[in-house]
């Protein structure tokens, strides 16, 4: 069973720029979670999507948006890119939002940089 | 509200050695508790997870038990290898703020020959 893929694997922009990430869930899983892994900081959370719908985001200006497709696969946009959103962008799938207890599988992530 | 505590690293140790890496939460409901190691390059992988209190996850060696009278869930090997090293995170999860995990810091393992 395929899991969690990301595109693309790295990506470099410069400030200013929007940035489009890219993740595909396991099939079957109908949860994409988004989270920032900035160098010294662990994991952030940023956004949830379920059937569609954003269900909660993290602490991030509007700036940071996504959106879930049909599919169930997933985008995460990034408009006027600052140098503190270098960071390797972790995506996560789940079965679905019924229970708290359901298990996030995680994809490699992009790495982005931005000079 | 929600939040991870756990030690701060890195951690080296020699092969064979016993490991703990600490980890307490705060909930503000009933939470599940689970420990992600991510290899170098990698993303992060489940290791172990823990549904309820008393509850003992396990895989690969590894040990985690839910303690609700300390809330904490201590990571423990009774015997580490050199492909043990990594970054490990603990995190939680809570039915009051729908699947939204948490994490902590992580804490960076070195296991040497």
């Not at chain 2, 990571?75 to 703020?97: H, I, M, P, R, W």
């Amino acid at each position: 069973e395929a899991g969690v893929t990301q595109s693309p694997t790295h990506l470099i922009k410069t400030r200013g720029q929007q940035a489009t990430l890219r993740c595909s869930p396991i099939s079957g899983h109908t949860s994409v979670y988004w989270y920032q892994q900035a160098l010294g900081l662990g994991l952030q959370f940023l956004l949830w999507y379920d059937e569609g719908e954003e269900r909660n985001r993290g602490n991030f200006p509007p700036r940071f948006s996504g959106r879930q497709f049909p599919n169930y696969s997933s985008e995460l946009n990034v408009n006027a890119l600052e140098l503190e959103d270098s960071a390797l962008y972790l995506c996560a799938s789940s079965l679905d939002s019924g229970g708290h207890e359901d298990t996030q599988y995680f994809g490699p992530g992009t790495r982005l940089t931005v000079l | 509200g929600n939040s991870v505590t756990q030690m701060e690293g890195p951690v080296t140790l020699s092969e064979e050695a016993f490991l703990t890496i600490n980890c307490t939460y705060t909930a503000t409901g009933y939470p599940s508790l689970f420990w992600y190691v991510q290899y170098p390059g990698e993303g992060l992988q489940l290791l172990l997870k823990a549904t309820k209190a008393d509850d003992k996850g396990s895989n690969k060696g590894f040990e985690a038990t839910y303690r609700k009278e300390t809330t904490s869930f201590h990571l423990e090997k009774g015997s580490v290898q050199v492909s043990d090293s990594a970054v490990y995170f603990c995190a939680l999860s809570d039915v009051n703020t729908g699947n939204q995990f948490y994490f902590g810091t992580g804490t960076s393992l070195t296991v040497i020959p």
